[in-house]
């Protein structure tokens, strides 16, 4: 089905309203002779979701991305983006997807608004230029050139052109690389503002904690193959990772005390306790029944639950089970 005939049926949000996914890649392959990419991979993006797209450098990422995009052929399987084949691109199919690479290169003697406005010229039916510029935080620095801008201005910049032609779905490349901390949650707030607008994002990022805080399901890539997919407890469910309970070991307790009343191995790195576990509910209840009626102190208990990281290094790293 062609993306004409596609559109005819989309709804008022721009999504085609039969409940098929934005993304949808079915046994996907791409060879480049001998080396295998990209091999056999299938995952669904919903409408509206920011999904992330994760994996170590090599392992298929842009590839993969470049088919979704329409600018690269693959080898086999179906992919379908917004109901059509991107393999088959058609003019008014890319007028509803946002590209915004990791980098641009804009004329910096425009400023914000001319540029915003050159790039909204380009689209029959583009959000507001005023308004796109407020989305992405640059309301202030609307007359400024781009030259001028500082690194996280000049993103911000790059995100107002990929949404200015209103696409039903934008792809997200490593937004807040080189970003400073503050940068980076402003950079959040902006796509957490794109979701209330029922964007549909793939986003690529080498910052874990970045896909963890905004992403609502992830796909981590490994040699081009899928090794986990999901929300991020899905995904430590999957791996069966231990949380982990610490604490500084009482005076005139043993370790073997600690692992007796934990019922569950026990770490000691000076007087640091840690107690790896499935369950760290029921350690903390063991192990602070036992200390309180005897008064022992147990300094700087926590609990600490696997990131994102853990997992993606575990992952990536080793040879994994698939999950």
Request: with cysteine.
């Amino acid at each position: 089905m062609g993306a004409d005939a596609v559109d005819s049926t989309r709804g008022p949000t721009g999504f085609v309203p039969d409940g098929r996914p934005a993304i949808s890649v079915r046994g996907l392959h791409k060879s480049y002779g001998r080396r295998d990419a990209v091999r056999g991979i299938s995952f669904d993006v919903a409408p509206g979701e920011v999904f992330g797209f994760l994996g170590p450098n090599g392992a298929g990422k842009t590839t993969t991305i470049e088919i979704l995009e329409g600018y690269r052929a693959r080898t086999a399987g179906d992919v379908r983006v917004l109901g059509a084949d991107p393999g088959q691109p058609t003019r008014h199919w890319r007028e509803r997807i946002g590209l915004v690479l990791q980098e641009c290169e804009l004329d910096p003697n425009l400023t914000v608004r001319e540029t915003v406005d050159l790039f909204a010229s380009f689209y029959p039916s583009p959000r507001p230029v005023g308004e796109t510029i407020e989305l992405v935080g640059l309301d202030g620095q609307s007359d400024a050139r781009i030259g001028t801008l500082s690194g996280g201005q000049k993103r911000r910049a790059d995100v107002a052109l990929g949404i200015v032609g209103d696409p039903d779905l934008l792809f997200l490349d490593e937004p807040t690389t080189g970003f400073d901390p503050a940068a980076r949650r402003g950079a959040w707030a902006m796509i957490d503002g794109l979701r209330r607008l029922g964007k549909t994002i793939f986003l690529t990022t080498h910052y874990m904690d970045e896909a963890q805080h905004l992403a609502d399901r992830i796909a981590i890539l490994r040699a081009g193959e899928l090794v986990a997919i999901g929300s991020v407890t899905e995904i430590g469910a999957g791996l069966r990772a231990d949380a982990v309970v610490r604490f500084r070991l009482p005076a005139g307790v043993t370790v073997d005390e600690i692992a007796s009343v934990a019922a569950s191995p026990v770490d000691l790195a000076g007087d640091v306790v840690t107690i790896r576990c499935a369950d760290p509910q029921r350690v903390l209840y063991r192990v602070t029944t036992w200390a309180e009626p005897a008064g022992r102190r147990l300094d700087g208990l926590e609990v600490l639950r696997p990131t994102l990281e853990d997992m993606f290094l575990e992952l990536t790293t080793t040879e994994p089970e698939h999950v």
